[in-house]
């Protein structure tokens, strides 16, 4: 039976120490099976994008560069051949993917692998509860401190998905923190110490945290007020009977300065008095053409 140093939520360290599991941690450690476990897990990190160009992709060398004959030298066809400076390339990289596939028991075989080397290695700490209210990434740098795990890249595994332990530790450069069925044997063999939550381990999740009682607010003593005095008492009535006579005398100037305003309104929606025509009307066509009667002389018959 293989053990590990078992730490209370705080950090501190129990005389016992924690049994690890006899059906997962049997101390044996395949090494072949490691080793393809992690080479898939690089080849599928790769993006496969990398790229070259053959002859048929380069630009220029449409013609040949000198006669076939004559001219002493080699004869040669085009200057995008691979030998000359500028040319294709023959068997470089083209895009391509690289992803592999592993069976899933060599991969299931290979992350139990990863842990019990470290558990031989005494690089496996068990926690009791990882007990985390609220992201805080001093706290969980306080509690690896404790575990004297500063400075060394710590793969921290919870029971369960955890928010507020991720939150935490994401912002540590050397920590990673994910759940305990999510870790592969690449990431157990990335770190240098695994820090395990107690549940992930014995099967039993842990409940929520209870929420802590609000604190009541007390005002102190010395901010207390007491009740405003009546302005008779404060001897304000003076001034507050001039300030509302003021205001009176200003609310009358408003009135009649509206008023005036009105009064000039109203005058220019008026219309304009039509002007009397001086000139009489103009005759008409026919008057025109009658002739005026002439007037008879006196002393005429």
């Given at each position: 039976m293989i053990e590990?140093?078992?730490?209370?939520?705080?950090?501190?360290?129990?005389?016992?120490?924690?049994?690890?599991?006899?059906?997962?941690?049997?101390?044996?450690?395949?090494?072949?099976?490691?080793?393809?476990?992690?080479?898939?897990?690089?080849?599928?990190?790769?993006?496969?994008?990398?790229?070259?160009?053959?002859?048929?992709?380069?630009?220029?060398?449409?013609?040949?560069?000198?006669?076939?004959?004559?001219?002493?030298?080699?004869?040669?066809?085009?200057?995008?051949?691979?030998?000359?400076?500028g040319g294709g390339v023959v068997f470089g990289p083209h895009p391509r993917d690289y992803r592999t596939e592993i069976p899933r028991k060599v991969k299931q075989l290979a992350r139990k692998s990863a842990l019990n080397a470290r558990a031989r290695e005494g690089a496996l700490h068990v926690v009791e509860r990882l007990a985390f209210r609220a992201p805080k990434t001093a706290q969980l740098a306080g509690l690896l401190g404790s575990l004297e795990l500063d400075g060394r890249k710590v793969l921290v595994l919870t029971a369960g998905a955890n928010e507020n332990v991720y939150l935490s530790g994401r912002n540590l450069p050397t920590v990673e923190v994910m759940p305990y069925f999510e870790a592969s044997a690449y990431d157990v063999l990335w770190s240098d110490a695994v820090v395990v939550e107690e549940g992930a381990l014995t099967g039993v999740m842990p409940e929520p945290l209870p929420e802590e009682p609000e604190a009541e607010v007390k005002e102190p003593t010395s901010r207390k007020r007491s009740a405003p005095k009546p302005a008779s008492a404060r001897g304000e009535g003076k001034g507050a009977a001039k300030s509302a006579?003021?205001?009176?005398?200003?609310?009358?100037?408003?009135?009649?300065?509206?008023?005036?305003?009105?009064?000039?309104?109203?005058?220019?929606?008026?219309?304009?008095?039509?002007?009397?025509?001086?000139?009489?009307?103009?005759?008409?066509?026919?008057?025109?053409?009658?002739?005026?009667?002439?007037?008879?002389?006196?002393?005429?018959?």
């Open positions: 590990a140093p078992h730490y209370t939520p705080a950090g501190a360290k129990r005389e016992a120490s924690f049994a690890l599991p006899a059906d997962y941690f049997d101390g044996t450690v395949n090494e072949p099976v490691l080793h393809q476990a992690v080479k898939v897990f690089l080849n599928n990190q790769r993006q496969g994008t990398a790229a070259t160009k053959t002859r048929s992709f380069v630009s220029g060398g449409n013609q040949k560069p000198w006669k076939q004959k004559g001219t002493g030298r080699a004869r040669q066809g085009s200057t995008r051949a691979p030998h000359w400076r006579a003021k205001v009176k005398a200003k609310s009358a100037k408003a009135t009649k300065a509206a008023k005036k305003s009105d009064a000039k309104a109203a005058k220019k929606a008026k219309p304009a008095r039509s002007k009397k025509k001086s000139a009489k009307a103009a005759p008409s066509r026919s008057e025109r053409a009658k002739p005026a009667p002439k007037k008879k002389k006196k002393g005429s018959k």
